[in-house]
C-alpha cells in the first residue's frame, strides 16, 4: 500500500482551476459591463467651454474612467459567488480545509483582476479610437508608451484586487447570519449618509486614490489586502470543516 501526498499547492491549484470553469460567466459579465460603460461614455465623460465677442466654443473629453468604475463594481460583485453554501460544498469535495479555500479563492480573485485591468485598459484604448476614427474633429491629447501602459494597467490591477478583496470580506459576513443580509447594507448605507463617517471615507479615498507613488500604492494595497484576507480566515471558523 502507498500513501500518496497532497500538497497544499495541489489543492489550490485544482480549486482555482476549478472556479474557474464554474465562474466563467464573470468574463461575459464584464464584457457585458464595459459595453454599457463606453456606451454611456461614447458622447464624452464630461466638457467645458466659454465664450468670447466673436466666438462660442465648446470642447468634450472622452476618457476611460467610466469604463473602470464599472469594472470596480464588477470586481465588487465577483466574491458573492465565491462565498455561496453550494460553492464551499464543492471545495470540500476534495481533501482540504478553510485556508486553501480562502487561498484559492484569493487566487481566483487574483486572475480575475489581472483579466479585469487588461480588459479595463483595451475597452477605455479602443473607446478612445473609436471616438477619433468617427469624429474629424477629436484631438489626441497625448499617447503612452509601453512602459506607461504597463504602469497604468499595473494600477488598475491593484485598484481592482482592493476592490475584490472588500467584496469578499463583505460577502463572508453577510453568510454568517441571514439577518446580517439587511443589517450590512443598512450600515454601509448610513455610513455614507453620516456626516463625520463620510469625512473618514474621504480620507481613505484619498489614502489610496491619490497616492502619486506606484511602489507606495502597492505597498498600501498589499497591507490592506493581507490583513482583509487574515480577516476572513479568521471570521470563518464558524464554518463546517470536511474532509
Partial sequence: MSLTEISTYDVVKKQSMLKIKAFSKVFTALIIAQIIAMLFSANGAGSFGGSTD??????YYVTGDLVFIFTLIWAIAIPYGLIKPEQRTID???ISNRFTNHLSNFVFLILMGIFGALMAFGSSLLLKTLSYLFDSNVYVESTLSVLDSLILIGAMFIYILLMATLGYIIALLMSLHPIM????PVTIVGLAISEPIHEIFTHIFQFYAL????LMLLVKVMMTVMLLFGTTV???DRWEVRS
Avoid at 181 to 184: A, F, R, T
Fill in 54 to 59: 466673436l466666438v462660442s466654443y465648446q470642447f
Fill in 234 to 236: 479568521l471570521l470563518s
Fill in 92 to 94: 470540500f469535495t476534495f
Fill in 211 to 214: 497616492e502619486a507613488s506606484m
Fill in 181 to 184: 443580509k439587511v443589517i450590512i
